[in-house]
Nanobody, 114 residues
Framework: VQVVESGGGLVQAGDSLRLSCGAS????????MGWYRQAPGKERELVAV???????NYADSVKGRFTISRDNAKNTMYLQMNSLKAEDTAVYYC?????????WGRGTQVTVSS
């Protein structure tokens, strides 16, 4: 399974941004999909996750501002980020998982200027 993120960029505080994650290859086995992020000098942290049934879970820091979704027909996942804050600045990584492995993308940079 290959995973590629897109949609990062430089925005101002309060702006919105939508990240996309496309999966290719043996996608029929994909179950959970999720977004992680890593800010400079910090550990990678979970942002949001979505199951194949559409159940979602969010980090407390993004609840009410970020929305994760997926289009199973397109093997694509999205992260709609609203009301962005400077502390959301990080490299955002997509991960897709089947019963055996987690597959990671290379990440996309999101920078929020205050």
């Amino acid at each position: 399974v290959q995973v590629v993120e897109s949609g990062g960029g430089l925005v101002q505080a309060g702006d919105s941004l939508r990240l996309s994650c496309g999966a290719s290859g043996s996608t029929s086995s994909i179950d959970h999909m999720g977004w992680y992020r890593q800010a400079p000098g910090k550990e990678r942290e979970l942002v949001a996750v979505i199951t194949s049934d559409g159940d979602t879970n969010y980090a407390d820091s993004v609840k009410g501002r970020f929305t994760i979704s997926r289009d199973n027909a397109k093997n694509t996942m999205y992260l709609q980020m609203n009301s962005l804050k400077a502390e959301d600045t990080a490299v955002y990584y997509c991960v897709v998982a089947n019963s055996e492995y987690d597959y990671w993308g290379r990440g996309t940079q999101v920078t929020v200027s205050s």
